[in-house]
């Protein structure tokens, strides 16, 4: 696709753009089959926001030119000024650097923390086909039963057996734990009747039916939960459009591209669009945003599985704030518990690791955004949604309204849930920070000055 058109209108390079997504789908098909699909999300994107402001729709055809010219990243740091859109990208970003600079923020660190967290956790699944091993569990219980009948044992064993029944629900939920120590667990009444027959010196006529007993213990222990090792990897991601437009679609949350019924519910104050704000757009684009993100490392494809929108705010005192705007999570991970810990143990350990060497000794996820407009005259503070446990966390209160340190790409503000928020849930603070990314005054002065010398000499 090469470099943004400069004479071209919008609607002409909207042409330009579908045709070159068309041939790359073609070639796709023939080479690549499951890039269509993503290239297909592409183009369904680029006709949802047909009736988005001009803004949008024009941000969305540079990330994809720049992408397919080889020159995204470039436009975010390194743009020449006779290149409009992308020199305009420059100084955002250059101004963002400059806050975080002033902000006592290693700036590098921040873009460039290449160090991985991975954590194992154990996930419960229960097993399978349970209507056909509770008939094999009723025929042996028919077995034990006619085995038993004639014997001192029978009663005790009958009434064993109903009670096992009555847990059929227990059963196929897994929750039938069975202990080491299981002939009293299982068969109470029957053990209770054997322990006093051998009391009174009549168990050595008594036939015991350990190998019935045994079967059936087996069946029941069929049926319990199957502890399943998993691993589980957070990073922060790559800021490459090519992958990273899809973050949305990787937990199906309210930012996935090109999936006509994904946006989001809620208007935010300033956030200007109808349906589909630019969202993963601007956090590609503002070098003062990152993603965390969390991988199933134990699955055969290693899938990401959710991701944090990360940015900076500052606290009451002017200190920095890593801000957590929401934790999203696919739908099938939201389920287990176990996993659950798991996943938000793992993410939330990289974020402590990667705040400090940033700078940064506080952290908190969203809880509340903005006052929103829910009808005529009627307003309430924006409840955000997090697909992991929260309820263990702590509870903050800022004086001041949340606000993203380093603003916003030609002052448009971005879909942030948190920003004007007033509370959030405390994640980490007094965060140890290593001498080493301490940034003195001095230091900071000059980097400062530094680049007000390049940016002169810019060309």
């Not at 397919?68 to 409009?84: T, Y």
């Not at 600079?101 to 349970?130: C, H, M, P, T």
């Not at 006529?205 to 319990?224: G, P, W, Y």
């Not at 494809?301 to 940015?311: E, M, V």
Request: proline share 4%; with cysteine.
């Amino acid at each position: 696709m090469g470099k943004p058109k400069k004479y071209l209108s919008l609607k002409e390079r909207k042409k330009i753009v579908l045709n070159d997504l068309l041939e790359s789908k073609e070639k796709a098909v023939k080479n690549i089959p499951e890039d269509a699909y993503w290239i297909d999300l592409m183009i369904e994107h680029m006709r949802l926001l047909e009736n988005e402001p001009g803004y949008i729709q024009e941000l969305y055809l540079q990330v994809i030119t720049r992408t397919f010219g080889n020159i995204f990243k470039k436009s975010l740091s390194n743009s020449s000024a006779d290149d409009e859109y992308g020199w305009a990208m420059t100084q955002h970003n250059e101004k963002v650097q400059v806050e975080f600079i002033l902000a006592g923020i290693n700036f590098q660190k921040w873009l460039n923390y290449g160090v991985e967290e991975r954590i194992e956790a154990i996930e419960y699944k229960v097993s399978k086909d349970k209507d056909t091993r509770w008939q094999v569990l009723q025929f042996d219980f028919d077995c034990l039963l006619r085995l038993s009948e004639n014997t001192p044992l029978y009663g005790s064993i009958r009434k064993d057996c109903i009670e096992i029944q009555k847990k059929k629900a227990l059963i196929f939920s897994g929750g039938y734990v069975i202990p080491q120590e299981w002939s009293g667990f299982i068969f109470p009444k029957y053990h209770l009747a054997f322990k006093y027959l051998k009391s009174v010196k009549l168990n050595g006529s008594v036939e015991a039916f350990d190998t019935a007993r045994n079967r059936i213990k087996l069946i029941l222990d069929s049926f319990s939960k199957v502890p399943v090792k998993k691993e589980f990897m957070a990073r922060l991601w790559r800021r490459e459009p090519e992958v990273d437009l899809f973050q949305g679609n990787s937990s199906d949350c309210c930012i996935a591209i090109g999936e006509k019924e994904k946006y989001p519910a809620v208007h935010l104050p300033g956030v200007v669009c109808r349906k589909y704000p630019a969202g993963i757009l601007n956090y590609l684009t503002d070098l003062g945003i990152q993603v965390a993100e969390v991988y199933d490392m134990s699955s055969e494809n290693k899938p990401q599985i959710g991701q944090c929108w990360l940015y900076v705010s500052l606290d009451d005192d002017g200190k920095p704030i890593l801000m957590a705007d929401s934790f999203d999570l696919y739908s099938k991970y939201r389920a287990s518990e176990s996993q659950l810990a798991g996943i938000r143990e793992c993410m939330f350990n990289f974020l402590k690791k990667y705040a400090a060497q940033c700078g940064i000794s506080k952290i908190v996820l969203g809880k509340d955004g903005p006052l929103v407009r829910i009808k005529k005259d009627h307003h309430r503070m924006h409840e955000i949604h997090n697909d992991v446990p929260v309820a263990d966390l702590m509870m903050v209160n800022f004086r001041m309204p949340i606000e993203k340190l380093g603003g916003f790409f030609l002052g448009r503000p971005y879909f942030l849930e948190t920003r004007g928020g007033m509370n959030a849930y405390l994640v980490a603070e007094n965060l140890p920070i290593p001498p080493s990314e301490k940034l003195g005054v001095e230091e900071a002065e000059g980097m400062l000055a530094l680049m007000q010398i390049l940016r002169m000499y810019k060309v």
